[in-house]
């Protein structure tokens, strides 16, 4: 199962890559559906660490960087653990290109693969989730690199956990 976005951005590409490659392991600032992550200590790659943890509400995921090119923008993880049961396998390609000096344009591409019995009965529906989670991490990073500021979803998932843990 594949999902794909692009979102256009009216930001330089490297203020894009800034976000996404060179901050790699700060996804949880931004994106709505991750509570917190962090680089873990002791796997040097190319932006500090190599393995991201990455806190959601449904657990915790640590992914492994697998790509990453700052020359052409960009870059590929996949999960190494966290992921549900049927899902055999899971991981992102993202790609920052320039669309003229002011603009940008940003694509990722969610792969995951399910276990058979998983894809028959679930499919369909796993496919509809991982689009709706596409298009809130589109928007939440469109919202960050663009102003600065986290979007409205981002900044009410906040609130809740700061709720939860007063």
């Not at 890559?17 to 190319?46: K, L, N, Y």
């Not at 806190?55 to 697998?66: A, M, R």
């Not at 590929?76 to 000096?101: I, K, M, Q």
Request: hydrophobic content about 45%; charged content about 25%.
């Amino acid at each position: 199962m594949e999902i794909e976005r692009r979102i256009s951005l009216d930001v330089p590409a490297d203020r894009a890559w800034q976000v996404v490659g060179d901050r790699f392991h700060d996804v949880g600032a931004w994106a709505s559906m991750i509570d917190t992550s962090e680089a873990v200590e002791g796997t040097v790659g190319p932006t500090g660490q190599a393995h991201r943890t990455c806190v959601t509400p449904q657990g915790t995921i640590q992914e492994k960087l697998v790509d990453f090119d700052p020359e052409r923008r960009t870059l590929a993880y996949e999960v190494l653990s966290g992921l549900p049961g049927f899902v055999r396998r899971g991981g992102n390609t993202w790609w920052v290109s320039a669309d003229g000096p002011a603009r940008s344009e940003v694509r990722f591409r969610m792969a995951f693969e399910l276990s058979p019995i998983a894809g028959l009965l679930m499919g369909w529906m796993m496919k509809r989730q991982m689009s709706r989670m596409a298009d809130h991490v589109a928007d939440d990073l469109k919202r960050f690199v663009e102003t600065g500021a986290v979007s409205a979803r981002k900044a009410a998932r906040a609130r809740r956990i700061a709720l939860a843990s007063a």
